[in-house]
């Protein structure tokens, strides 16, 4: 299913970003290679249709989540690192497990900052609205595969999640303008 899942998102690729370049990596480390064999990331290099990098996950959709979803998983980051394909591969594999299949407004801890130095280490599942609804859904073999975006946010904001909810924490980060691609943005919440 991967090949049907990589051809889709090739497709998906050159519909939402005509003018980008991109390619597939495979990462070779860890527990991903057990549980999705051929998983690879797609890399989306900036142009004129977007200025980040963007990695699209291929192979999480594989398992499908207790709403009978399969996803993607899609990370958005101001300069391009073996970092991001590493985190995709470390959610893809946390998502194969049938005890931690995630969904929209999952949040995942990753143990580090979601690149170095950064304060925000943990990855709320939200829409891809940096894109909008053109790329959160494709159709892979008469299936519907949702492509989640992976939003850096602190271990505090992720406190404020857990107590007031997914929508309170967008509203919030949107009232204060925080640029969510930022590595070293400002963090809500913080108590010192």
């Known amino acids: 299913m991967i090949a049907n899942i990589k051809t889709a998102i090739a497709t998906h690729v050159k519909e939402n970003?005509?003018?980008a370049d991109f390619s597939f990596v495979k990462w070779t480390v860890g527990g991903i290679l057990d549980s999705i064999p051929d998983f690879v990331v797609c890399i989306i290099s900036p142009s004129q249709d977007n200025k980040s990098w963007i990695y699209i996950s291929v192979g999480a959709s594989n398992f499908i989540n207790k709403q009978g979803e399969h996803i993607e998983f899609?990370?958005?980051a101001p300069y391009d690192s073996p970092e991001h394909i590493e985190t995709l591969a470390m959610v893809a594999n946390y998502h194969s497990d049938p005890n931690f299949r995630l969904e929209l407004g999952s949040v995942v801890?990753?143990?580090r900052g979601w690149v170095e130095s950064s304060k925000c280490d943990h990855l709320m599942l939200d829409l891809p609205y940096f894109k909008g609804p053109d790329l959160e859904e494709l159709m892979v073999n008469?299936?519907?595969?949702?492509?989640?975006?992976l939003v850096p946010i602190s271990k505090s904001e992720y406190n404020y999640l857990k107590?007031?909810?997914?929508q309170a924490?967008?509203?919030e980060l949107e009232?204060?303008?925080v640029r969510v691609t930022d590595p070293f943005r400002k963090i809500?919440?913080?108590t010192f």
């Open 175 to 177: 009232r204060n303008k």
């Open 109 to 111: 801890a990753i143990g």
């Open 169 to 171: 924490l967008e509203e």
């Open 163 to 166: 107590t007031n909810g997914k």
């Open 17 to 19: 970003w005509p003018k």
């Open 142 to 149: 008469k299936h519907i595969v949702r492509i989640l975006w």
């Open 188 to 190: 809500l919440f913080q």
């Open 74 to 76: 899609v990370l958005v």
